[in-house]
Nanobody, 116 residues
Framework: QAQLVESGGGLVQPGGSLRLSCAASGSIFSFYTMGWFRQAPGKQRELVARIFNGGRTKYADSVKGRFTISRDSAKNTLYLRMNSLRRKSTAVYYC??????????WGRGAQVTVSS
C-alpha cells in the first residue's frame, strides 16, 4: 500500500477557501485513480471528488462549481481546492488512491472546520 499524507486543513469562516494537499510516497501515475472523501460526525464517509489517470474528474453534486481536484506529478501530490465553504462542509477529509491491482490506500485525514 502507498503512504498518503494530507495537509492544509484548518478552521475557516463560511464563504472562505482552503486547499488540501495529499502527498504520495510514490508516483501518482502508479494509481488508476485518486480521490478525496469526507466524513462528518455521525455520517458515513462520502466521495467528494475523484481524478482518473487520464485526467477525467468526477465531483459530488454538492461541491460542483466550488471544489476543484488537481494533481502535480512532479510533486506526487493531489490537491483539493475548496471555495465558498459552508458549515456543512465541516468534516475530516481523506485522500484515497487505487492502484491498477485494485489495492486501495488511505491517508489519516485532515480536519476541516467551517465556522464563524
Amino acid at each position: 500500500q502507498a503512504q498518503l499524507v494530507e495537509s492544509g486543513g484548518g478552521l475557516v469562516q463560511p464563504g472562505g477557501s482552503l486547499r488540501l494537499s495529499c502527498a504520495a510516497s510514490g508516483s501518482i501515475f502508479s494509481f488508476y485513480t485518486m480521490g478525496w472523501f469526507r466524513q462528518a460526525p455521525g455520517k458515513q464517509r462520502e466521495l467528494v471528488a475523484r481524478i482518473f489517470n487520464g485526467g477525467r474528474t468526477k465531483y459530488a453534486d454538492s461541491v460542483k462549481g466550488r471544489f476543484t481536484i488537481s494533481r502535480d506529478s512532479a510533486k506526487n501530490t493531489l490537491y483539493l481546492r475548496m471555495n465558498s465553504l459552508r458549515r456543512k462542509s465541516t468534516a475530516v477529509y481523506y485522500c484515497e488512491a487505487v492502484d491498477y491491482s485494485g489495492v486501495t490506500s488511505w491517508g489519516r485525514g485532515a480536519q476541516v472546520t467551517v465556522s464563524s
